[in-house]
């Protein structure tokens, strides 16, 4: 796939979803909307928040950790991984779409680099909601929002040990949730549910262990609070489109 299609089809804007260094770098230096403070290699993107812009729900020691080190963790090796290989200048979604065979450092810190794109992408506060288009397909999927909240509130909690909770576009077009292992994704080949994500909850315990404890649940409910619609509406429209 060209490189703006892919850019324009998993809805992350230039949110570095690019392998090449140049590229991601002259990307999110594009990109108006992302501050550039904290920013210490321009190439790894910049929250759109402040660390503690999802309070009280999430705490601001914990999104320092988890985008700082895990984040950026995931990131720099996932470079290291692809670095002098036929995987350093491919779409990350065609790299996805065949991770099997790309070996399991290109499949975890990959995955861990892009999910958490998406995961920070997916959060933030103001008075966003559902589209109508979004809305109705959430009816169509699920019956209702509560019931749709309640399934994939049940996805993440009920996946066992490290992972995450996914909102996806089936390949038929039709939403779906479902949950994944370790820093699997829907688009992997590799992946039991396969799709488009739209919406994602990290449920590893770094997300929520130093305010939550094990209290999952909890985590988990208190980020219906904290979604960015905004983002997930323009998702929904472009994986449509
Ligand atoms: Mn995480």
């Known amino acids: 796939m060209e490189r703006r299609k892919f850019i324009r089809n998993i ?11 140049k590229a991601v770098s002259n990307e999110l230096n594009n ?5 550039m403070e904290n ?13 503690d812009g999802l309070e009280p729900y999430m705490d601001a020691q914990t999104v320092e950790i988890h985008y700082d080190r895990h984040h950026r963790g995931y990131y720099n090796n996932f ?8 995987y350093e200048n491919m779409p990350i979604e065609k790299i996805f779409a065949e991770v099997s065979k790309a070996g399991n450092a290109i499949r975890n810190n990959g995955g861990g680099f892009y999910n958490h794109v998406l995961w920070w992408y997916s959060l933030g506060k103001g008075s966003s909601k559902p589209s109508a288009g979004l809305s109705e397909a959430i009816n169509k999927a699920f019956g209702s929002f509560d019931k749709f909240r309640e399934d994939l509130g049940t996805a993440a909690k009920t996946q066992f040990g490290s992972g ?5 576009m089936t390949p038929d077009k039709n939403l779906a949730v479902g949950s994944t292992s ?16 739209l919406l994602t909850f990290d449920v590893w315990e770094h997300a929520y262990y130093l305010k939550y404890q094990n ?3 909890d985590f988990i409910d208190n980020l219906w609070n904290i979604i960015n619609w ?5 998702r929904y429209q472009q994986a449509l489109a």
């Open 11 to 21: 809805g992350l804007g230039a949110a570095a979803t690019l392998i090449s260094k």
């Open 31 to 35: 990109l108006k909307r992302i501050k």
């Open 39 to 51: 920013l210490q290699k321009p190439e790894f993107p910049s929250l759109p928040y402040a660390y």
């Open 79 to 86: 470079m290291k991984a692809v670095e002098g290989t036929p």
């Open 164 to 168: 995450w909770g996914w909102l996806y």
């Open 182 to 197: 370790n820093q699997d994704n829907p688009l992997m080949d590799i992946s039991p549910i396969k799709g488009i994500p």
């Open 215 to 217: 209290k999952r649940a």
């Open 230 to 234: 905004d983002e997930i509406n323009k």
